[in-house]
């Protein structure tokens, strides 16, 4: 089987996994409201109000809905149409001028004009299943010296038992892909991708959390 087929039967299984588990991910508690306060406010305070910004991986759309009304248009993305529904439902609720949700993912969004000032990407890039070219496309969407945000779990750092916990629950449905990679490792893909890393930040409020804040810039 070519390498391109394997991809695009990966992402499938990817896109009927959050599906399914949409219904379930939107009724889930915050696991720790503490931290996600403390990122909401980090990010809010590197956006102005006339920003264009991006958000891939958006899930049901509940960080989108909080951040919007601080910037000018939010365009937030998501491989799974199911999220993408609870996301536009809960939009419907109360809408937010300049929100869009979309089903769409980094490698199939074409440039805007003009670019985004900031891509955000939370829980996300430990998703993709291919980190440096993902990489490469937001540095694609974003204009000059715009930022490039995220929170993401790194495998790499944590209980190695998860490492071989993983693949066996994506063999019998219960996990999607899920990368396996370090902090030292993400930044040196995000530097490569041709980002300046501004600063690595820990929101948690455990100290066993391995998902580093990051604020890069396109250079």
Not at 54 to 63: H, I, M, N, R
Request: contains cysteine; charged residues 20%.
């Amino acid at each position: 089987m070519a390498i391109w087929e394997a991809t695009i039967m990966g992402i499938v299984s990817d896109t009927r996994f959050w599906d399914r588990a949409s219904s379930k991910y939107a009724a889930g508690a915050i696991a720790d409201p503490a931290g996600y306060e403390r990122t909401l406010h980090r990010t809010r305070s590197l956006l102005q109000s006339a920003d264009r910004v991006l958000e891939l991986g958006c899930g049901t759309g509940t960080t989108a809905l909080l951040l919007a009304s601080n910037v000018q248009y939010y365009l937030a993305t998501d491989i799974s149409a199911g999220m993408i529904t609870i996301a536009k439902e809960k939009h419907a609720a109360g809408r937010i001028p300049g929100l869009v949700f979309k089903t769409t993912t980094a490698e199939t969004l074409v440039p805007e004009t003009p670019p985004f000032n900031a891509v955000l990407g939370f829980n996300y890039l430990h998703l993709v299943r291919d980190l440096p070219d993902t990489l490469r496309r937001i540095h694609d969407l974003l204009a000059a010296e715009g930022l490039f945000i995220s929170k993401t779990p790194c495998v790499g750092d944590m209980n190695p038992l998860i490492r071989f916990v993983l693949p066996a629950m994506r063999a019998i449905g219960k996990a999607p892909y899920a990368g396996v990679f370090r902090t030292a490792e993400l930044t040196q893909h995000i530097s490569a991708a041709g980002f300046d890393i501004l600063a690595i930040e820990n929101h948690a409020t455990t100290n066993n959390d391995r998902r580093p804040y990051i604020v890069a810039r396109k250079k």
